[in-house]
């Protein structure tokens, strides 16, 4: 079992819609991310939160909104996607300091774009 | 900027026999940590084994050890008696332990790793 839970596993959506990727971790972890990944390709990083706070944002575009509403939870809100957004995305966590502790990854959210 | 080169897109290896997944990594930073990643079809990534830069001696995690050559930068992975549920695709990855950094994971681009019986 997953110590990441991300939501839902599977989603399709039109260009027009608004929804939202969830995340939930439980192991009080203070670093959380968001990661994109193509089919064959390793995963890319989107954006870190760190306490709550937003600390990095890989320049991306802003169909994408990330939101953490407090240590736990983490969602990522999505509108006007492009047909070139579908994509697996990943969600991680971490203890947040530069400390051996690796990330632990959720199951991710398959996304089409239709 | 960091980079991970993995440079074996695809491997294949029979039941029971070790197989070496290579993997190097450009640097200017003295304190980093070194990990590989395992993706199955079923899309989890599982941390396999990871290695503190400032460690000489070579993690090691069951069937799965490392062997880290700090000075040339290289990382590889070594899976003694190789089972079929080791296929998947393999990350190396790299961490910086700078806090700008955001302690993000920065991936290589993947060895699949193939199991014959």
């Known amino acids: 079992d997953t110590e990441v839970t991300q939501t839902p596993k599977h989603l399709v959506m039109g260009m027009t819609n608004k929804k939202s990727l969830k995340c939930e971790q439980h192991?009080?972890?203070?670093?959380m991310y968001w990661y994109k990944q193509k089919a064959k390709k390793p995963p890319e990083l989107m954006f870190v939160?760190?306490?709550?706070?937003?600390?990095i944002n890989e320049s991306v575009p802003s169909r994408f909104s990330p939101e953490c509403p407090n240590s736990s939870l983490l969602n990522l809100h999505l509108h006007a996607l492009q047909p070139e957004d579908s994509a697996l995305y990943l969600c991680?966590?971490?203890?947040?300091?530069?400390?051996?502790?690796?990330?632990?990854f959720g199951d991710g959210t398959r996304l089409s774009i239709l | 900027a960091q980079t991970v080169t993995q440079s074996q897109p695809e491997m294949s290896v029979q039941e029971a026999e070790t197989v070496t997944l290579s993997c190097t990594y450009d640097t200017s930073e003295s304190d980093y940590y070194l990990f590989w990643y395992k993706q199955p079809p079923s899309r989890q990534m599982i941390l396999v084994i990871r290695q503190e830069a400032y460690k000489q001696q070579n993690a090691t995690e069951n069937r799965f050890s490392v062997n880290f050559q700090k000075a040339a930068k290289s990382f590889s992975l070594k899976i003694s008696d190789s089972q079929l549920g080791d296929a998947a695709m393999y990350f190396c990855a790299y961490r910086s332990g700078l806090s700008n950094s955001g302690y993000a994971l920065n991936f290589g681009k993947g060895t699949s790793l193939l199991v014959t019986p």
């Open positions: 991680a966590s971490s203890l947040g300091d530069r400390d051996f502790q690796p990330q632990h």
């Open positions: 939160y760190s306490y709550e706070k937003l600390s």
């Open positions: 192991m009080g972890h203070r670093a």
